[in-house]
């Protein structure tokens, strides 16, 4: 999970702003979702996410036993069910997905009408994980509630004024200023490695969520019933993510930007620790 929180406590009726970022696999839900080896026999052998994240560093290097099978390679197009081809599948196995170490804090934002972003190194159609996040919604998967969703939503158009929608409008709406980064995704995507993808889509939303602060500051200190004390405080950024790779590469990353105020977490194993 990748988490960035900026928070405003304004008045009991009033929303706080809350922006997040989330890794997808074994932090907000352990997919079914399988990467495809290959063993010593030339059979093609299954391994989950979470497994993929303990051996990644031995796959296609050395050989090593994995349940019954030694496994030598990835197989032929071993992230098939990763990519677009697999968006499909995606659909049906977030719907599949058991929930995981960051789910609660991706429920909260949902359900508080949050602005979020999906940074994972899958490669789907990003209108694809808007659609699972969408059903997640409608189904209300996991506690996630559509009305409290609507009451919040409905409560930040009034506050910078704008004008009223149906529930529908106002769910799409709401997807559709959230971020989502699949960053195996396109032809650009070979150029550099997942975990440096990630760094950069962290780099843009932290950018995008500090344009809209501003941007809604300025429509609600010009709305006539909003106290001047609606100003931005500074933003607290958190990252957690399952993979030490991952957790290596944007530590050592914003370790040379302080002012970017990023607090990392581990959250291999399904327990948050902060590193």
């Known amino acids: 999970m990748i988490k960035i929180i900026y928070e405003e406590k304004l008045n009991n009726s009033t929303p706080e702003l809350k922006y997040y970022a989330f890794d997808w696999d074994d932090n907000i839900v352990h997919m079914p979702t399988k990467i495809i080896l290959i063993d010593a026999d030339g059979d093609e052998v299954e391994m989950s996410t979470d497994d993929f994240a303990k051996y990644r560093e031995k796959i296609g290097k050395t050989k090593f036993k994995y349940n019954d099978s030694i496994i030598v390679d990835f197989a032929k197009n071993p992230f098939r069910n990763f990519r677009v ?117 962290m780099e843009k939303f932290i950018s995008y969520v500090k344009a809209m602060a501003n941007k809604l500051n300025k429509k609600a200190f010009f709305k006539n019933d909003i106290s001047n004390n609606f100003i931005p405080s500074k933003v607290r950024i958190g990252f957690s993510d399952d993979d030490p790779k991952n957790i290596e590469l944007m530590k050592k990353h914003f370790d040379k930007n302080p002012e970017k105020n990023l607090s990392i977490y581990s959250t291999s194993g399904g327990k948050k620790k902060k590193m």
């Open 85 to 201: 081809e697999g968006d499909k599948k995606f659909l049906i196995d977030a719907m599949k997905a058991k929930k995981g170490p960051a789910f609660n804090d991706f429920k909260e934002a949902i359900n508080n009408g949050s602005i979020i972003a999906i940074i994972t190194a899958r490669g789907h159609n990003p209108e694809t994980i808007k659609e699972a996040i969408y059903n997640y919604i409608i189904s209300g998967f996991g506690g996630i509630s559509k009305t409290e969703l609507i009451k919040n939503l409905k409560k930040f158009r009034n506050l910078v004024d704008e004008d009223k929608m149906s529930e529908e409008e106002l769910i799409r709406s709401y997807l559709n200023l959230n971020k989502y980064h699949p960053v195996s995704f396109g032809e650009s995507s070979n150029a550099i490695s997942p975990e440096e993808a990630k760094v950069a889509a």
